[in-house]
């Protein structure tokens, strides 16, 4: 989990009000300088994720053996469908950055070097602005190509017994 402490200073230091650990407090202190959030890790995941996948081009997240048991794992009642978001998704989140780690599949016939590179703008662009951490890196390793011909994981649409 991170902490994001906002606040704002007074004073004559030259890094006054930047990165103090406290807000001031009181009724004349602004709302947002009262307190602290938190921030937890699989939030930054999740919003990574999410951003990810919203790239045309990319087929999916996540390396090989994470998809096929997450694919059985989504398959399982009550394993949880949120966990889906955060495959192939890796972070590390300190008191005022993040960086993140991406597995990527991308579909066939895309510019592997521009997908990546709108990966990496939407996911600073969602990950600063929902959580306000800097984003010092985006690292993003293209685990596999979907090839048009390849059959999807999907269920059938109609089901065995009439």
Do not use: C, W
């Not at 990319?58 to 955060?86: E, K, Q, Y």
Request: hydrophobic share 40%.
């Amino acid at each position: 989990m991170t902490e994001n402490i906002t606040s704002v200073g007074g004073g004559s230091r030259p890094d006054a009000g930047v990165s103090a650990l406290k807000g001031r407090t009181g009724a004349g202190a602004p709302a947002e300088t009262r307190g602290k959030t938190i921030i937890a890790d699989g939030v930054v995941a999740k919003i990574a994720g999410m951003a990810a996948r919203e790239v045309p081009g990319i087929h999916s997240l996540g390396a090989g053996m994470a998809r096929a048991f997450g694919a059985v794992r989504d398959r399982v009642p009550g394993t949880g469908g949120g966990a889906g978001v955060t495959r192939g998704v890796k972070v590390e989140v300190g008191e005022r950055q993040a960086a993140v780690d991406l597995d990527v599949v991308v579909e066939y016939g895309v510019s592997i070097v521009d997908v990546a590179g709108d990966v990496r703008t939407n996911v600073i662009g969602a990950v600063e602005r929902m959580t306000g951490l800097e984003v010092v890196e985006v690292n993003i390793a293209v685990d596999d190509v979907h090839l048009p011909d390849e059959e999807e994981e999907a269920e059938p649409d109609e089901g065995r017994v009439r």
